[in-house]
């Protein structure tokens, strides 16, 4: 007959509310940081036909951005805003085979000075954009019939078909800022990651054991699966939002979800939702979807445009083994001194040394991959210190740093003493804090993932 858990004490709870405030204060510092030093610039306009600032006295043959990087051209759009403040949208194309030229035909032109605006997507799946200015004085003499005849509309591919014409003064969607604050950006994609790990690691610990059906660490499974659904499915939202074209329509939003980003993130919805699905009566399979839903968030971001042969895979062993590091914290603070129902299957004892043996393994791997990505991402030794991004991996070695100490204070110092009283209070008090630094880590991942690297620079 199964037994009503043990309700947690008044001191229980409040430490826990305690931990929960420390937690959000993290997040939310985390992401402060996050917006005043936002860097966008992902993908950068290296030059342009014609030059920002150049005076023409004659129309160029047509628009020409050539970029440092890959961009996507079914989600790119330029604006030419006229002098009588009309606003005229060219269509782009691809041009070259790297992916980093797009062009445009030129309308006709009138004297006066023109606004160029123009936003694309990178190959790690950043919108970016920019906007440069050129003149035009028509050569005293010249025919304007010449300049009359480029007014006709160029053929538009099948993507642009119906693609309705920009009202004076407005630019399309796509075109403005992000709707989001950069904060906000960061926390719903950390969070999102946050319970996807959580939801992953806990059940490669308890998806064919007794511990998963622990009220405790079931109720904190499905609320984990659940919140990682809905945070993954909403950041996805919004970053089509950011980066598909208006008047596009179902071929800009199809051009998104193709895209790396796009797949990655469908692929992740679907496992996660599977698993959720699977949970009840195959925990083992619910486990090996949730780790593949964690392991597929290397097909996106930075590993995707920067060596990905070798980035991607390390990204993938990273996430892995930090899922399996941060689901045997969460087991420790969640797991009773024992089963509930009265069957003594298992003791605490015993999941906190299997847990830690896991944790050894995964934090080697964590720092061997991380090792691997730091390498490729930042480059020289000097960026470290002289670039936003640099800087910001080092927080995150600092991070790991004090993970690993607690990791080792536990091994070391509380595990063989764990059938002492009071031993297995002090294990559990040590690994809250650990949690809480591991979410710290683990949002200031989610803040690098949009940072430039100096290697994309």
């Known amino acids: 007959m199964r037994q009503n858990p043990v309700r947690p004490s008044r001191l229980t709870r409040r430490r826990t509310a305690g931990l929960a405030t420390s937690v959000g204060v993290s997040a939310a510092a985390v992401a402060i940081a996050a917006t005043l030093a936002w860097a966008a610039v992902h993908t950068r306009l290296e030059s342009s036909v014609p030059a920002a600032d150049e005076v023409l006295s004659s129309a160029p043959e047509q628009f020409e951005l050539t970029f440092n990087g890959p961009v996507n051209e079914a989600l790119s759009a330029l604006v030419l805003v006229t002098p009588s403040g009309d606003s005229v ?32 997507v990178s190959a790690d799946g950043h919108p970016v954009s920019g906007k440069f200015g050129f003149s035009f004085a028509r050569t005293p003499g010249a025919d304007p019939g010449d300049e009359e005849r480029v007014e006709t509309a160029p053929t538009a591919s099948p ?22 604050p950069g904060a906000v950006v960061v926390l719903l994609a950390g969070l999102g990651m946050v319970c996807l790990l959580g939801f992953a690691g806990l059940l490669w610990y308890c998806g064919s054991l007794p511990l998963l059906f622990e009220p405790r660490i079931s109720r904190a499974v499905r609320v984990l699966g659940w919140s990682a659904l809905l945070l993954l499915a909403a950041d996805l939202i919004r970053w089509m939002v ?54 597929a968030g290397a097909m996106a971001g930075h590993p995707a445009a920067i060596s990905p042969w070798i980035t991607m895979p390390a990204k993938a062993v990273h996430l892995g083994a930090a ?19 009265g069957t003594g299957s298992w003791r605490f004892g015993s999941v906190a040394r299997a847990v830690s043996s896991a944790a050894l393994l995964s934090v080697i791997l964590v720092v061997a991959s991380g090792m691997v990505q730091s390498t490729q991402l930042v480059g020289e030794f000097g960026a470290y210190t002289g670039s936003v991004y640099g800087r910001g991996v080092l927080a995150k070695w600092g991070g790991l740093l004090v993970l690993v100490g ?52």
């Open 159 to 180: 993507s642009q078909e119906g693609a309705p014409e920009v009202p004076a003064g407005q630019l399309p969607a796509s075109d403005l800022p992000e709707a989001l």
């Open 406 to 457: 607690f990791g080792a204070y536990h091994r070391f110092r509380l595990l063989p003493h764990l059938e002492e009283d009071g031993t297995g209070r002090t294990l559990r008090r040590t690994v809250r804090l650990e949690t809480a630094v591991m979410l710290a880590v683990v949002m200031l991942a989610a803040w690098l993932a949009r940072v430039s690297p100096p290697e994309a620079l």
């Open 242 to 295: 950011g980066v598909v074209p208006s008047g596009t329509g179902f071929a800009g939003v199809s051009a998104a979800l193709g895209s790396g980003t796009g797949v990655a993130g469908l692929v992740r919805i679907t496992l996660v939702a599977i698993a959720l699905a699977a949970l009840v009566r195959h925990g083992r399979a619910a486990a090996a979807l949730a780790i593949a839903a964690v392991v």
């Open 89 to 120: 949208r060219v269509r782009l194309r691809g041009s070259g085979a790297d992916g980093r030229i797009l062009v445009g035909d030129v309308p006709g032109l009138e004297d006066g000075e023109y606004l160029v605006r123009w936003r694309t």
């Open 323 to 341: 899922s399996i590091w941060f689901g045997g914290l969460l087991l420790l603070v969640l797991a009773p001194d024992g089963s509930t129902d």
